[in-house]
């Protein structure tokens, strides 16, 4: 059993600055290994999409919506992946979702809001 903990949510002003992370744990004897790493958002009435991941390798993915203003990274001795997100606007208010791939199993953590309003 995989867990994933996500605290960092919370509000901000437009064009402010919000830092989200994600660390994964288990209670399964022996080495956990994260390969894919993300995070995905939905906000109300829309459906759930991807919005940055960063492989095990260390390629990463933005869509373009979010392209240049957030930043995904990874500690892999942490096992934690993070959300750098900056001059965030009231279109990027969701609920934020953490999603970790290991040994072709999928993981999701519990959801943290991020609300960009005035």
């Known amino acids: 059993q995989v867990q994933l903990v996500e605290p960092g949510g919370g509000l901000v002003q437009p064009g402010g600055s919000l830092r989200l992370s994600c660390a994964a744990s288990?209670?399964?004897?022996?080495?956990?290994?994260?390969?894919?790493m993300g995070w995905y958002r939905q906000a109300p009435g829309k459906q759930r999409e991807l919005v940055a991941h960063?492989?095990?390798?260390?390629?990463?993915y933005y869509s373009d919506s979010v392209k240049g203003r957030f930043t995904i990274s990874r500690d892999n001795a942490k096992n934690t992946v993070y959300l750098q997100m900056n001059s965030l606007k009231p279109e990027d208010t969701a609920v934020y979702y953490c999603n970790v791939w290991s040994s072709s199993n999928q993981y999701w953590g519990q959801g943290t809001q991020v609300t960009v309003s005035s």
């Open positions: 288990t209670r399964i004897f022996g080495s956990f290994t994260a390969d894919t």
């Open positions: 960063v492989t095990g390798g260390g390629s990463s």
